[in-house]
């Protein structure tokens, strides 16, 4: 690539963040809501060591957990929306006849989407340190390379929903209806140990549910290899999604 | 001397499954001219000139656009090309300014693109978001990002469609500004006045053919309809002696409305003397030329119509 083709690639992915930061809706999921739970939880719940959580108070299970929730709703709603309206609006055919390749196209959308998705857990990395004392045993690296795995799968499945459904309506009412049980049963939300046994056995096939236990594992300080399990269902996933929208991905 | 050639479409061709959408094209154009093909929508018109940008591939054919093989090399063509395409859009929120700004930074070659804003009439919108621009806005905007990498071939795909009879007219000026900058202009048209009134050089079209393929006023010679003199009695009179003018070829009369068939330009000229020798009360005489919609339904047999 070169320096110009660079240029224009990173021009647009820069416009594609301030018209994310423009989108209200989208920018409310990603960016506010997962605050709002924070503080909502935090404020009835606290952040005292509990052994319920490992020893960990609910601030500190909670903020992986956020993320991991950041996660689902950027790679399976925003991602997927987002592409599939660009392709029935003509907007990926029109940048398709400029001289920007086609992985730079996808690439600034999911560049963007990865962004603002570290910016969510940022914010609540902030909030949970200022407001909470938010405890961090683990090594960050590793807890970015997890988060980054997560990201990676989830976009994976909002690109086979967008390349499958053939219109902007059914990629969201695909996306809404894949995410919102995962939502409340992954842990992403709400701790699954509160949930009955029956319900969280099943839920351990949820997507979701690797990307919770993978960071609140890493974020506690567990090593990877208590965690390949999760990792594998990510992996999986990831490249299932990557080769099924190689095949099926259209531009208009 | 010939003006040099910039694109050249030798037996193009390219179907979709069982549809052939265009069974055979060929066409030069020249350097510096407004280049329109016509036809009815289906006619293959887009499907051609997106063969042409390097956006599809065809199933056979030879293609030079600018000494390049679109195919082949579709990339380095672009910087050189400028494309507006039918049913593409940009993202809602993205202002105008900040589309300019972003196309420009695509290409290798750009103009500064805030003297665009005012020559396209955009000035006063540089901070409007794309969704909320009016159609014609909108087309200019494509117009204005399809100019930004200084290209010299530019390619508008039914660039009118859709707006009113005021803005297509303000619309065809700006194509012509273009081409007198000494840009070449490909466009398609399912207008047949927008091709008469603005191209230099027209392909009509038709099922994935070119039907005929000159200047539009040589079209509409070669297909020797009559210009017609039309005007409407006030009172009756006998008008046979007009049949025996010399540059008269025949005459229709339904109620008090007369059509007066010739194929001189003098017609008009014998027909205003006889009555006004003859002293018969008429009003709203006007002539009719033959249009291009004339020459389409002449090489096709049928009507061109939306």
Redesign the interface.
Known sequence: MTM?MM??FW??TW??F??FL??PMASFFTLIFPLMMLFLFGSIYGNKPNPFFGGLGFIDTAVPAYTAMIIGTSGLISLSISIAS?RE???L??F??????PQAILGSQVIQVFSVTLLGMILLVIAGKIVFHLRFPGNPLSVFAGFVLGSMSFFALGFIIASVMPTARSSQVTAMVLFYPMLFLSGASIPREVLPPAVRSFSRFLPLTPVVDLLRGLWQGESWGKHLGEVAFLAVILIAGVLISAKTFKW? | MPRPTVIEVENLRKTYGPVIAVETVSLEVYKGEIFGLVGPNGAGKTTSVECI?G?RRPDAGKLRVLGLDPGRDG?AL??RIG?Q?Q????????KVW?AL???A????RSVPWEPLLDQLGLAEKRNA?FAKLSGGQKQRLYIALALVNDPEIIFLDELTTGLDPQARRAMWDLVRQVRDRGKTVVLTTHFMEEAERLCDRVAVMDHGRIVALDTPEKLIQSIGVESRVVFVLVQPADLTGLNGLEEVSRMEQTGDRIVVYGRSDQTVVEVVKFLSTNRVRFRDLRTEQPTMDDVFLTLTGREMRE
């Open positions: 110009k240029r224009g021009k647009l416009v594609e301030k018209l423009r989108e660009y609006q003509g907007i055919r029109r398709k006849a400029t001289t920007l390749r208009e | 940008e956006l990339y672009r910087e494309v395409l049913e593409s859009a940009l993202q809602n929120r993205i900040e700004d972003l196309f930074s695509l290409n290798a978001p």
